[in-house]
């Protein structure tokens, strides 16, 4: 781990942009920047994921309206199952009642059903802007070396579907969801973790920077308090 004038350096590089809910902030530069506020910052994370999502679906029909040569250099794996940006023809049928359960559990007594609501809400901005960032690294360059950031950003990848996966089981086991209601998007998720893994199979061994290596923030913070 690298510190640098108190700030564990690349920390937000390979995080999962919910300042609302770290406990690294006062070690993260970028978050101090931003005038360490933890709301803002989440807002403006968010703000800067809808974006490139948007950005994202920009270009993927840009290029499916085109008649592209196929990309022979690329070095992603060639089995990666195809995906879409958009919805699933279930969820087109469903989206009124879904939309309604989606509201009511988002006002719900129960404090982690509202967590959940808003764990699959920021992960579904968060997931295909760092899938993307991985894909396309590997696309040009390979995978790298183990702390390469394709793994990084990876591993930040298959973090975030593992919570909107939790998130998603704890909707119906809470009988806001129905097992159909989510089947879809469950298997969205299980598509995106096996491209992942076939894409960057050793990104789960990545070490993120302070997140990764609690001891030693534990002892830096320590030895700060000392002197």
């Known amino acids: 781990m690298e ?3 108190g700030f564990i350096r690349d920390i937000s590089s390979f995080c999962d942009r ?3 809910r770290c406990a690294l902030t006062t070690r993260c530069e970028l978050f101090v920047k931003n005038d360490s506020d933890r709301a803002s910052t989440t807002a403006d994370s968010r703000l800067s994921l809808l974006e490139q999502v948007e950005m994202m679906r920009d270009a993927t029909q840009k290029r499916s309206a085109q008649a592209l040569p196929s990309e022979t250099a690329s070095k992603l794996p060639a089995d990666l199952e195809p995906s879409s940006m958009a919805p699933s023809p ?5 989206s009124a009642a879904l939309h309604r359960k989606r509201q009511r559990a ?3 007594a129960n404090a982690s059903v509202r967590m959940a609501v808003e764990t699959i809400d920021h992960f579904t901005l968060f997931v295909p802007v760092r899938m993307l960032l991985c894909l396309g690294t590997v696309s040009r360059d390979g995978p790298g070396p183990q702390q390469s950031d394709a793994n990084g950003w990876g591993k930040a990848a298959l973090l975030g579907l593992e919570r909107m996966r939790a998130a998603w089981r704890l909707l119906v086991d809470t009988h806001h969801y129905s097992e159909s209601d989510v089947a879809p998007f469950l298997s969205e998720i299980s598509r995106m973790q096996r491209n992942l893994e076939r894409v960057v199979p050793n990104a789960r061994a990545f070490i993120r920077p302070g997140f990764d290596e609690l001891a030693e923030v534990s002892l ?7 002197h």
Request: with cysteine; glycine share 4%.
């Open 3 to 5: 510190v640098q004038a």
């Open 18 to 20: 919910w300042c609302a």
């Open 90 to 94: 279930e969820v087109i049928r469903n």
């Open 106 to 108: 988002g006002l719900s």
């Open 220 to 226: 830096s913070d320590s030895k700060l308090r000392r």
